[in-house]
């Protein structure tokens, strides 16, 4: 059995053929596809998170607002740079939208992934100093973030309003949100930190390092090690792994239009150079329903994962969008074992 969620990136351009022009129709669409999806029977909504980009940037109203118009689906992120955040206030917000939505939430957090901007996060306010990396300030926010979600000390008391003058949490705070955190890791050693730490596992169609192997078998490697860190370090409970796929079954006169001259050009994995090393990127799955039977059928990451991501390509809009989700549900996730 698996979760099977969409994963948008919340793209809007005012191009010929787009049917998301603007930043509002980006963010009326999302919350739109989330109760589509939900009513196809689809398990999870989730959302990027880019800066200094034409796609979805902040990401809590957004997520409250889906949480306010559905009622089951799990909502999350994939995957929200820690750098350009301020912990404490994320917590309060990630609280406020897990309890709008009762407790849904799915926080997908991470280094990040490269940006249009330059550092960015400067412009935020946030300098990274001389000594430290950009993933040690992300897992130190981390650290902080996770730490405030669950009620620690982080201010001092002013003894004349508070009473006394220990310390203060954050209000307010949502019951069991920790344990529906996830790192985004992008190679073996972050998902082996990722296990250590007791967070649950994100990784999506892009590896940081390549060692010739095709990208599932890396990536099912990748997961293997997660698996046993979480184990070594003597967590409790079964951590959640989420994999992140392109799947689109040709079903429709519109399914073939868009994407069945993609077929063959994107049937492979790539690798390419990425901050400075090689990368792997996973193929994509285009074809008739049968088809993706057998090869879904060989992808051993899927197989090792409890939670699948689908991207969709949201600048098609909503109902058509709808529609291939429906697609993967009713075609594909049977005949695989995943219903």
């Known amino acids: 059995m698996k979760k099977i969620g969409f994963l948008s990136f919340g793209h809007y351009q005012s191009v010929p053929g787009s049917r998301v022009r603007s930043a509002q129709d980006a ?50 992120t994939g995957v929200i740079d820690m750098r350009y955040e301020n912990p404490l206030y994320m917590a309060e917000e990630a609280a406020a939208a ?18 249009h901007a330059d550092r960015g996060f400067e412009s935020f306010g946030y300098v990274t100093p001389d000594d ?6 992300a897992r130190h926010k981390a650290e902080l973030f996770r730490a405030a979600i669950v009620g620690a000390g982080v201010a001092k008391a002013n003894p004349q309003m508070a009473g006394h003058s220990g310390a203060l949490a954050i209000e307010p705070r949502s019951p069991g949100l920790e344990k529906r955190i996830w790192w985004g890791s992008g190679s073996r050693a972050t998902a082996e930190w990722t296990g250590q730490q007791g967070m649950n596992l994100m990784s999506s169609t892009l590896l940081t390092e390549d060692t010739g192997i095709p990208f ?51 049937s492979a994995d790539q690798v ?29 990451a899927i197989a090792e994962a409890d939670t ?29 074992g995943w219903r």
Not at 32 to 56: C, I, K, P, S
Not at 283 to 294: M, Q, T
């Open 98 to 115: 897990d309890l709008i939505s009762n407790g849904r939430l799915q926080l997908g957090i991470s280094r990040g992934s490269p940006e």
């Open 308 to 336: 699948l991501l689908l991207t969709v390509p949201n600048q098609l809009g909503v109902d058509y969008n709808a529609t291939l989700l429906e697609s993967v549900v009713k075609y594909v996730a049977p005949e695989l």
């Open 272 to 300: 390419g150079h990425l901050d400075g090393g090689l990368a792997r990127f996973g193929k994509s799955y285009i074809g008739e329903p049968n088809a993706l039977v057998r090869e879904l059928a060989e992808d051993s």
């Open 216 to 266: 599932h078998e890396l990536q099912a490697e990748q997961i293997r090690l997660y698996r046993k860190a979480w184990a070594d370090a003597g967590h409790d409970g079964e951590p959640r792994v989420s994999v992140s796929r392109s799947i689109m079954p040709l079903v429709t006169d519109d399914d073939v239009r868009y994407f069945g001259l993609r077929a063959q050009a994107e």
């Open 27 to 76: 963010l009326m669409q999302t919350i739109e596809l989330a109760e589509a999806a939900e009513e196809v029977g689809v398990d999870g909504a989730y959302v990027r998170v880019h800066h200094f980009a034409t796609q979805l940037a902040s990401p809590f109203p957004l997520l409250a607002a889906m949480g306010a118009r559905t009622s089951r689906i799990e909502l999350g």
């Open 132 to 137: 430290t990396t950009d993933a040690d300030v």
